[in-house]
């Protein structure tokens, strides 16, 4: 037999849980633009009798068994996998704009293709006249190419700089958000223990992982720490960069910078290593820190990605082959050609003069080293991009350059610097053709990376809205639905109530007749 008083027991709970429902639903509308927030559903079982020998034929109502958040983790994986490659080519995309724009353009808007004609030309007026102007000329435009390559030298450096920052800035960043999701999972642990909802703290923890992603190359894996009477779990994160631990359960591990001081093309760079370990860390193919990396550090070699390292060894390579070309008429391949400068007369009758140098190296600094027995390469191994100059010889008395083939001024002769013309036309100079076949294809080179970076940015953003989309769908809070459930729980509400006015009113009826 039922007990008297199961009515209102019954409507109690039915108030309870209608309340508890209208409680989760306007949570739900009131965070509908919080960033992060997945909506939150209540969960409610049938009570039975209060014991299985019970002979009543009437259950006990509704139960709230917990208020629990709707998401999917197969999504959210997804989305984490795909945003850290999504921050990979976003970064690399930026990165190689920025060298295309210190490549492909020089002081004065002027393209590099154009300068070297100015030059070509200053040489071909100084074939047909040995004027002080002619040569004034010739200096002119071997100086501005000499500052352009300066320029991008010192651009690309000044971006690597830039690079390295950002590798230090980033590693902070991981190691302050791997603390943070560590706490996050002891919290989460302890609230699902102990019976309180955690919903909040884990759309924290997603949120964090959210940032995290777009920084390395994550794998989050989900480890049950507790599940409750009602089926429902709650899990803690395990996150791995590139195969490594990053956070176990409450313990994060963190990353280090180090400066490295060892010769080499990393010297004065970051180094990355595990704090606990000391042993390297390895970055992965996504995130923004394998990009800045492979930006920083990149040479080409070997499959290595072609970053800033790769393009300041190309200006090098153009910078040294030409001017030991210029000067000593030897070529990328060993081979001497023509006389070159060094080889020809000045208007003042002197020979053995250099036109390109590199620092203060005077032509006798470059005749001595020569002389010494050191090949042409091995000489102008010493020049770069950054460090090309004009001889102070031919700066100081534009009589010295070298436009004769022989000591006789007064002959006329100006067979050197149509020999120089050559030079400079060449396309045995480099393996891929004449000067500017060779710097055309640097940009060529750069372009196609610089493209393909783009597109796959697109494209990996494009996939990556898409499945934010369907986590939205799931997760995410709709108005109108809410709404809706706004107007059920209060309907709900309201009947419970008037079952519990009217069992008060059959209670009392009882009361009364047992009181008569």
């Known amino acids: 037999m039922a007990s008297t008083f199961i009515g209102v027991a019954i409507a109690n709970r039915g108030l309870s849980a209608s309340q508890t429902a209208l409680a989760a639903t306007t949570n739900n509308i009131s965070n509908v633009n919080t960033t992060g927030y997945s909506r939150q559903v209540v969960n409610q079982i049938a009570v039975g009798p209060a014991a299985v020998y019970s002979r009543s034929t009437v259950g006990n109502g509704t139960e709230v068994t917990s208020v629990t958040r709707v998401n999917s983790f197969r999504l959210d994986q997804k989305y984490w996998t795909e945003t850290s490659t999504l921050g990979y080519y976003e970064t690399t995309a930026d990165y190689l704009t920025q060298i295309e724009i210190y ?59 830039e690079v390295n920052t950002a590798v230090k800035t980033t590693v902070e960043q991981i190691n302050s958000y791997a603390s943070q999701i560590a706490d996050l999972n002891r919290q989460i642990t302890v609230a699902a223990t102990s019976g309180a909802a955690a919903n909040e703290l884990e759309d924290r923890r997603d949120l964090l992982l959210d940032e995290l992603s777009k920084l390395a190359d994550i794998t989050v894996t989900a480890v049950t720490v507790y599940t409750a009477a009602d089926g429902t779990a709650t899990s803690s994160y395990t996150i791995t960069i590139n195969g490594s631990t990053l956070v176990s359960g409450n313990k994060a591990r963190q990353l280090e910078c180090y400066t490295v001081t060892a010769s080499g093309d990393q010297q004065g760079m970051y180094g990355i290593r595990w704090a606990d370990t000391g042993k390297d860390f390895s970055a992965g193919d996504s995130g923004s820190l394998a990009a800045y990396l492979a930006i920083r550090d990149g040479t080409g070699a070997n499959g290595d990605s072609k970053g800033i390292l790769y ?40 020979t053995g003069i250099r036109f390109f140098t590199y620092g203060d190296a005077t032509s006798a600094d470059i005749a001595s080293l020569l002389a010494g027995g050191l090949t042409a390469g091995e000489v102008y191994a010493s020049l770069t991009a950054a460090n090309i100059a004009l001889t102070s010889d031919v700066t100081a008395d534009t ?33 891929v053709g004449s000067p500017v076949d060779y710097y055309d294809s640097i940009i060529a080179t750069l372009g196609t990376e610089s493209a393909y970076a783009s597109r796959q940015n697109s494209r990996q953003a494009s996939l990556v809205s898409y499945i934010d989309d369907c986590r939205s769908s799931v997760s995410g809070v709709s108005t109108n639905e809410e709404t809706a459930y706004l107007t059920k729980y209060q309907q709900a509400y309201s009947a419970s109530a008037q079952a519990l006015t009217t069992w008060s009113e059959v209670l009392a009826t009882t009361i009364n007749m047992v009181s008569d």
């Open 399 to 431: 009589n010295k350059i070298a436009a004769s083939s022989s000591a006789d001024a007064a002959s006329g002769n100006n067979e050197n610097a149509n020999d120089l013309i050559s030079i400079c036309r060449d396309t045995r100079l480099f393996a």
């Open 103 to 161: 490549l492909d353009t020089a002081a004065n808007d002027t393209t590099f293709s154009d300068m070297m004609s100015n030059f070509y030309s200053a040489l071909e007026t100084l074939a047909t006249d040995n004027s002080a102007a002619a040569r004034a000329t010739v200096v002119g435009y071997g100086e501005d190419i000499c500052a352009y390559f300066n320029e991008a030298a010192s651009s690309l450096t000044e971006l690597r700089t």
């Open 311 to 350: 393009y300041m060894g190309q200006l090098d390579t153009f910078a040294r082959t030409f001017a030991a070309a210029f000067n000593e008429g030897v070529y990328a391949d060993g081979s001497q050609y023509y006389a070159g400068h060094a080889g020809g007369y000045g208007a003042d009758g002197t």
